[in-house]
């Protein structure tokens, strides 16, 4: 382990193969999300979603001892910390890899007792090192009442913030309705954090293109990336849900930060000038202040330095994106370095460990 510690505040599980067969294929048969090994005349193994296909050899690519190691590290918690150690990261915010794909499945109810199961497994695997691993819990949000009681139940099993679907669907109410509240409520009351992940909206994931449809590739990429901006703005800040909740904590997770100055210009310039124009709701107070309730994930943004200027360094919580292909092991130190080696120890901190262990109360090392 390195002098300092290091936590990741965008690390994941790989759900095991048959996590949701066992359990629900009685129930739901062909429409459980699983492993098959072929799809639209591709003899290959995909992931069905319950809803799309994601070719499995497409997300995976690299050395193929490391990526066993990394697979392995996704079910089998006591690989996860050797990796750990090994890279000198402390702790993890542990998020899902195949559930996030599950919540665009159009069954509401295959998709609340998939989550279900889940937050179950991931309870359990996060158990083995407690004080290391913080998981969070997939929230459908088709239906409240369900909702606030799965966030009660999972925080229960020590299960420490919760991604919701980063939009609703086209024939659900929006965000910033009413009716959501008694969830926002329950969420600042018990002190959990509300993550906006990608592929949880209705963005199309690429790696669930296939055939003909890949001419996408681009407008799905940029889509998916680009969701939660929208969301932020017209539901949580202009929707009044941060005025109603002061104390919520948000999460943007895996969108990169150098957006945000682009979105912080448009939203002030909504606020000033095409708000009086128009005369939508007013807010409670200048858009810049309702950025301290949400920070944001950064991987590896080459911009990062535009967006000091304009954001607060600590709303910003670096990550791993362990294990996914895209991961900085085994080479997150130097990772660090190349990204904020550049900045003060103090900003370089804070960004790397201090405001993750403060925005979910972590307790650190020593």
């Known amino acids: 382990m390195t002098s300092k510690p290091i936590i990741s505040g965008d690390s994941h599980v ?23 090994d072929q799809h639209n005349g591709q003899k290959a193994e995909h992931f069905f979603t319950g809803f799309e296909y994601v070719r499995i050899d497409e997300i995976v690519e690299g050395d ?65 090192a407690p004080k290391r691993l913080y998981g969070t819990s997939m929230i459908h949000m088709a239906n409240i009442d369900w909702a606030v009681r799965e966030l009660e139940r999972t ?13 609703t669907r086209r024939e659900w109410l929006p965000y910033q309705d009413k009716y959501y ?6 969420a ?46 017209n539901e949580f800040i202009f929707g009044g849900v941060l005025d109603r909740f002061p104390k919520l904590k948000l999460v943007c997770s895996e969108y990169e930060v150098s957006w945000l100055p682009y979105w912080l210009f448009r939203i002030k ?11 939508i709701p007013k807010i409670a107070k200048p858009v810049e202040e309702y950025m301290s309730q949400i920070y944001h994930g950064l991987i590896d943004d080459p911009y990062l330095d535009k967006v000091l ?22 080479n997150t130190g130097a990772v660090i370095e190349r990204v904020f080696g550049h900045l003060d120890e103090e900003m370089r901190d804070d960004i790397v460990y201090r405001n993750c262990a403060r925005f979910y109360n972590m307790e650190l090392p020593g």
């Open 309 to 330: 200027d304009v954001i607060d360094h600590k709303t910003i919580m670096w990550g791993s994106d362990f294990p996914h292909a895209r991961c900085t092991y085994p």
């Open 64 to 128: 193929a001892e490391l990526q066993q190691k990394l697979i392995a590290s996704g079910t089998d918690p006591a690989v996860r910390q050797d990796c750990m150690d090994e890279d000198g990261v402390w702790g993890e915010i542990v998020n899902s890899t195949w559930c996030l794909y599950t919540m665009r499945a159009e069954n509401d109810r295959l998709v609340e007792d998939c989550c279900q199961v889940f937050n179950d497994w991931l309870a359990e695997y996060c158990s083995h």
């Open 269 to 279: 310039q909504i606020q000033d000038d095409f708000g009086p124009a128009m005369n």
């Open 181 to 186: 509240d008694p969830f926002w409520a329950r």
């Open 188 to 233: 600042e009351e018990i002190d959990q954090p509300v993550t906006l992940h990608i592929i949880t909206g209705n963005e199309v994931d690429l790696f669930t293109l296939h055939g003909k449809d890949r001419i996408d590739v681009p407008r799905s990429t940029l889509g998916v990336f680009a969701e939660a901006a929208p969301v932020l703005a």
């Open 14 to 36: 790989i759900e095991p193969a048959e996590l949701w067969s066992k359990p629900l294929g009685a129930k739901y048969g062909d429409a459980v999300p699983r492993m098959v």
């Open 155 to 167: 925080a229960k099993k020590g299960l420490k913030s919760c991604i919701i679907n980063c939009d």
